[in-house]
């Protein structure tokens, strides 16, 4: 239901528009023939149209923006290259698409307010908005080798696979994880969950890969990481130090434990403490 409010913009323009479709032809061809040819003054009550479009436009940006930096923050190096570069394409598209409204912005402001070269704004405006769509369908096509390229390996490397099969597998992982609580074993490999699963390493990692957006050692850390957080934050555990917290998470040193968490929540167990005591 959440999902149905980004209708709403597009709600108010069909709102707005709707008394001219309802006129009839020869009243919209009247109102088309009205002004005079050269004759591209726009009262400044216009603004109220297009300041809410500017505004749900900057909130979409705003909305990517922050996409993008979660994303960040929770994908490493290691994580699945292609998830990466997807995350990349809408970084450089927000990037232009800001640039653009920018433009857009300035070119209308002088438009509405003021006399100065109207018709070669509007010009300037349909150039820059050429500009933005050979943008895209740049780098659209582009982009679509790169997903074929991934696609077609994907389909090469799980054939054999039926994709009830991989749905499968997919929750006999989280089984493992979540319920069985294997990543408690500071031993646990790919290896265990091949032998588990009864596949090979490779389509356990093209699994791993394409169902949960990372690695497989990525996927066991964000587990144990989660355990640790909430022996933390239960206070239970106070008498142990890090390296005991570490070993009852799943690793096998309090170094190793230190680097995954703050990889993970972007701070140390000390500081997570802290704030929990607080």
Known sequence: MKDLLH?????????????FYLKSGVEKLAIYSAPEPDNFNVASTKMFYYIPILISILLYCWISWKFIRSKHKNLDGRANKNYLEKLLWLQKYTNVFLIFICCF?????????TDFYQFYVMLATVFASSMLIHYIAYWAIKESRVVQSHMSTTHNELGILTQDRI?????????ILEHEQLFLDSNLSARDFCSRLKINSQYLSQIVNTEFQCNLSYLINSYRIEYAQNIIASGAYNHLNFLGIANMSGFNSANAFTRVFKQHTKIT??????????
Not at 7 to 19: E, K, Q, R, S, T
Not at 167 to 175: G, H, V
């Open 7 to 19: 209708f709403i913009p597009a709600l108010v323009c069909l709102l707005i528009l709707l008394p």
């Open 105 to 113: 912005i300035v070119a209308m402001l002088i438009f509405v307010f």
């Open 167 to 175: 749905t499968d597998l997919k929750k006999e992982i989280i089984n």
């Open 269 to 278: 167990p000390s500081q997570y403490k802290k704030q929990q005591e607080a």
